[in-house]
Each structure stands twice: as structure tokens, then as C-alpha cells.
């Protein structure tokens, strides 16, 4: 198997599958999470192939991103399998895009130090000013707000119920952007987020300098 080649055939599989695509799961996106993933998983001594064929095929089977998850996981492990690629490899990097999507931080720890990385590269992705974009994409393309007026929060409701209530862009920072930086695995992940971070620490301390309201 060359493998130059399957990491070439696979990226313009997934070029033409995400060219168009409209919540933040652009090929852009994947273009990012393999480059970083490639840095991590340097630094961190992973296997570099494995870490690249999963970064580029990882959101290919999300249910934001194909009707059918299953479905879409059986073709990846047909391409795999035909690419030549070796039975462990390709299981290892099945699993990898199985396990490494948040949905909700409910999921169980990844295992392989190639599913950290990647899982990190992803995440890191979320952070920062892309983070920043790709939320207010996100939230646009499913009709979300801005943000809520904490001054309309009814009383005797908490904060909490009223976030859990009401979905908006700037809600999703602190239901998840917020809290990648303590989920990364690695340490150069780790090191990599803390910058991220800060950074939209800053925007929400301008944005609320903005709107005239105390930052909750
Ligand atoms: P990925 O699969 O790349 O890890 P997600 O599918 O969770 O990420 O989300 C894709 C992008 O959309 C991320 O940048 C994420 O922060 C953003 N996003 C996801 N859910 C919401 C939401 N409810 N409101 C705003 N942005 C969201
Ligand atoms: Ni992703």
C-alpha cells in the first residue's frame, strides 16, 4: 500500500463530499483539524498515517453531517478495507471516528493516544476565532439568537434553567466551548488550547462591555 497515495485519495473523497456543507463541517474545518492533528500527533510520537486517514474521514459519519450514521460507517470501513489499508489500522481508525465526536461530553474517554490527538485537534478547532465563527455559523443555520438579554430572565428561574431553555450562540460557549480546554488530552492539545481560551474569554468580556450588561 502506498500510503502518500490513500492519504491523497482520501482527501479529495472528502473534499468532494464537504465542499458544500453549511454547519461548520466544511472541508475547511477538516483541512485545519488534519494539519493540527498532523503537529500533535508529532510532538506526541502517534502514528501519523492513522491520525491523518481518521482527521480527514472524522466527520463523515456525524448525524449533523449524513442522514444515515450507520450506513456511513459501513462505507468508510468498505473504503478502508479496498485502500489497502492493513485490518488493524483501518478498525483502529473506525473506532476512532466512532468515539471522538462530543455530543454532549457524555461520551466515554478515548483510548488510543491516535484518538486523543485527533480528538484534540477537533476540539481545538472549536476554540479561538474559528471557534468564535463557526458557532455564529452554526447558530445561524439552525435559526439560534445571538444571545438572550439576561435582563428578560423570568424571575425565580435560574440562570441554568433559563440557558437549558433557551439555545442561542453565546449559550454554546458556556455549555461547551468553555470547557474544552480542561478536556484536552494531550499536553501539547493542552498547550494549544490555553491560547484559544483566553481568547474568548476576551470576546465575551467585549461583548458584554458591548451590550452594556455584566457578564454572567
Ligand atoms: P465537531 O463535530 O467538529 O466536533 P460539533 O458537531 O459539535 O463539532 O459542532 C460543529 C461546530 O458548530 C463547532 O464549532 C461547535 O462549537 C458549533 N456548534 C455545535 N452546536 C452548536 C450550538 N448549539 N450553537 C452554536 N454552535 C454550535
Ligand atoms: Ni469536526
Known amino acids: 500500500m502506498d500510503k502518500d497515495k490513500?492519504?491523497?485519495?482520501?482527501?479529495?473523497?472528502?473534499?468532494?463530499?464537504?465542499?458544500?456543507?453549511?454547519?461548520?463541517?466544511?472541508?475547511?474545518?477538516?483541512?485545519?483539524?488534519t494539519k493540527t492533528a498532523k503537529e500533535i500527533a508529532d510532538k506526541e510520537d502517534a502514528d501519523t498515517f492513522?491520525?491523518?486517514?481518521?482527521?480527514?474521514?472524522?466527520?463523515l459519519a456525524d448525524d449533523k453531517v449524513v442522514?444515515?450514521?450507520?450506513?456511513?460507517?459501513?462505507?468508510?470501513?468498505?473504503?478502508?478495507?479496498?485502500?489497502g489499508i492493513d485490518h488493524t489500522d483501518a478498525q483502529h481508525i473506525l473506532t476512532i471516528i466512532q468515539t471522538i465526536s462530543f455530543k454532549g461530553g457524555?461520551?466515554?474517554?478515548?483510548?488510543?493516544?491516535?484518538?486523543?490527538?485527533?480528538?484534540?485537534?477537533?476540539?481545538?478547532?472549536?476554540?479561538?476565532?474559528?471557534?468564535?465563527?463557526?458557532?455564529?455559523?452554526?447558530?445561524?443555520?439552525?435559526?439560534?439568537?445571538?444571545?438572550?438579554?439576561?435582563l428578560e430572565i423570568r424571575e425565580n428561574m435560574s440562570?441554568?434553567?433559563y440557558r437549558n431553555n433557551n439555545s442561542s450562540a453565546i449559550n454554546h460557549f458556556y455549555e461547551k466551548l468553555l470547557k474544552l480546554k480542561d478536556l484536552m488530552n494531550t499536553k501539547t492539545g493542552k498547550e494549544l488550547a490555553a491560547q484559544r481560551h483566553e481568547f474568548l474569554e476576551n470576546f465575551l468580556d467585549q461583548f458584554y462591555l458591548e451590550t452594556g450588561e455584566e457578564r454572567p
Not at 6 to 16: A, C, G, H, N, P
Not at 67 to 83: G, H, Q, V
Not at 111 to 140: M, N, S, W
Open 6 to 33: 490513500v492519504v491523497q485519495d482520501t482527501e479529495k473523497l472528502v473534499k468532494d463530499a464537504l465542499m458544500n456543507e453549511k454547519s461548520g463541517h466544511d472541508w475547511f474545518h477538516i483541512k485545519r483539524v
Open 50 to 59: 492513522v491520525v491523518t486517514i481518521a482527521a480527514l474521514l472524522h466527520d
Open 67 to 83: 442522514d444515515n450514521e450507520e450506513k456511513a460507517l459501513s462505507d468508510i470501513r468498505k473504503y478502508l478495507i479496498e485502500s
Open 106 to 150: 457524555n461520551n466515554p474517554p478515548v483510548e488510543t493516544l491516535e484518538a486523543k490527538v485527533v480528538q484534540d485537534a477537533d476540539r481545538l478547532d472549536a476554540l479561538g476565532a474559528i471557534g468564535i465563527a463557526r458557532c455564529f455559523v452554526y447558530a445561524g443555520k439552525v435559526g439560534s439568537p445571538i444571545y438572550h438579554s439576561q
Open 159 to 161: 440562570l441554568e434553567e
